[in-house]
């Protein structure tokens, strides 16, 4: 049984002008998300900056988000680190708390072989009963999850989809020819309809925080068979989905946040704001959209 089909938002977290964590504000926009057809959301991933939070703070995060929305909708906890015994301690919290899933990215900065990519999975698949959606993103780690690696963490009985965020689509055929028991999804919001073509389940979406109604309708309209409207919907919103790219993601997406009135709040450094040539060409796509 998949995860989730359709739209997985990798939702951001706000913050209050003291770099607090804003639960009230985390609340308004879960309640929002079920509300305009979200299905699923993944919380402390990448766009959620999960890599600046304390580790008490994801916890809280994962938690308030499973209380909030209450087994609505399917909620993956993101609890990948480059140490295997920190993740291995979020996943067994996820679990205790209610969380329906675990992403969990490949090892970053120290890296490891591909022996120690296997055995940081295994740790975890071994000891949290879980579906793990393994995460590919080997621009922001160093680390590629070859389609051959793919095929032996296949093996595993918790590794049950893999978010695959490289841009290759010719990997992600491979994926799918080497392993068809894993799940698929997008990780680029550019490559929806491509990887729905392959049998992909889905998307783990930037763009859907802020058009959380629209990635559905691009899932669910090509799984209902009308490919043509799912590729329109994608093509018509290609050039504010790039926008959101023109910095490091969150950066681009907060701010378009705001901008809609959202008050998402700021960033955690490293991250800073936008640079005003940056926010000129993200604001003038947000108009042609008519989300300005």
Same mark, same amino acid.
């Given at each position: ?73 399917? @909620? ?6 480059? *140490?295997? %015994? !920190? &993740? #291995?301690? +979020? ?126 309708? @691009? ?6 068979? *009308?490919? %043509? !409207? &799912? #590729?329109? +919907? ?59």
């Amino acid at each position: 049984m998949s995860l989730f089909i359709g739209s997985g938002v990798a939702i951001v977290t706000p913050f209050k002008e003291n770099g607090d964590i804003n639960l009230d504000k985390l609340e308004e926009l879960l309640i929002w998300h079920i509300q305009n057809n979200t299905d699923a959301i993944i919380i402390c991933g990448t766009t959620g900056e999960g890599s600046t939070l304390t580790d008490n703070e994801k916890k809280e995060l994962i938690k308030t988000t499973v209380e909030i929305v209450n087994k609505k909708i399917p @909620i993956i906890a993101g609890v990948g680190t480059n *140490n295997t %015994k !920190k &993740s #291995l301690e +979020l996943s067994k919290f996820s679990k205790e708390v209610g969380a329906d899933g675990l992403l969990v990215i490949t090892p970053y900065y120290n890296k490891t072989s591909k022996n120690g990519l296997f055995e940081h999975f295994k740790t975890i698949n071994d000891q949290v009963d879980l579906p793990i959606m393994a995460y590919n993103v080997p621009s922001r780690t160093g680390m590629n999850i070859s389609p051959e690696m793919l095929f032996e963490l296949s093996k595993l009985k918790n590794i049950t989809s893999i978010k695959e965020a490289s841009g290759n689509l010719s990997q992600a055929i491979l994926y799918r020819k080497l392993c068809p028991n894993i799940d698929l999804y997008s990780g680029n919001d550019d490559q929806i309809v491509p990887f729905m073509s392959i049998g992909g389940k889905g998307t783990v979406t930037v763009l859907g925080n802020i058009l959380p109604r629209i990635v559905h309708d @691009i899932t669910h309209e090509y799984i209902n068979g *009308n490919v %043509k !409207k &799912s #590729l329109d +919907l994608q093509l018509k919103y290609l050039n504010f989905i790039n926008s959101l790219f023109i910095e490091t993601n969150p950066i681009p997406i907060k701010t378009a946040l705001n901008l809609i009135g959202k008050n998402v709040g700021n960033f955690r450094l490293p991250l800073v704001e936008i640079d005003p040539n940056n926010l000129d060409k993200l604001k003038n796509e947000m108009k042609n959209i008519n989300l300005l």
